[in-house]
């Protein structure tokens, strides 16, 4: 027997309403409005980037009283080169060009995040990176645009 259930029967429709939850709403909110928005834990002091509903380190709860805005910039904790990326199907396809996936940690926070790095000569960990905003922001992950090295 396979790990397939069948069902045979009536069409079935499932309707409900889902929610990114309350920090996600106001995250996503203020990338529209080109900040960025972390949870800082009032028990542990924990920031985490993107906000949470409860702290990664002590598992309080965490609500929009803990929101923090951040300046946008960063420490470069780690770099690779990407040379597939995915078309949302799971399948990969090769860039024409490699590009730079980079670990930061934002200033005010304690988690990392995964994000590309363009502009780049020389790479080397420590260097200090800070967001670049899409020219026309609509309140979206892709208002993120990038982040590049800073003088």
């Known amino acids: 027997m396979s790990g397939v259930i069948r069902y ?3 069409p079935f429709v499932a ?3 889902w929610s990114a939850g309350e ?3 106001k995250f996503i909110q203020a ?3 080109k900040k960025l928005l972390a949870a800082k834990c009032r028990n542990c002091g924990y920031a985490v980037f993107p906000p949470r509903i409860r702290c990664p380190k002590c598992y309080a709860k965490l609500s929009e009283n803990d929101l923090v805005e951040l300046s946008g910039k960063g420490t470069l904790l780690s770099y690779t080169k990407v040379y597939f990326k995915l078309d949302g199907k799971g399948n990969f396809i090769e860039l024409e060009q490699p590009e730079i996936l980079a ?3 934002l200033e005010g926070t304690d988690s990392t995040i995964f ?4 502009e780049t000569e020389k790479l080397q960990e420590g260097l200090k990176v800070e967001v670049v905003w899409r020219e026309e922001t609509k309140g979206e992950l ?4 990038y982040f590049k090295v800073v003088p």
Do not use: C, N, T, Y
């Open 8 to 10: 045979q029967g009536i």
């Open 15 to 17: 309707r409900f309403k």
């Open 23 to 25: 920090l996600m709403e």
């Open 31 to 33: 990338l529209g409005e």
């Open 103 to 105: 670990a930061v940690k």
């Open 115 to 118: 994000v590309p790095l363009r």
């Open 142 to 145: 892709s208002d993120i645009a």
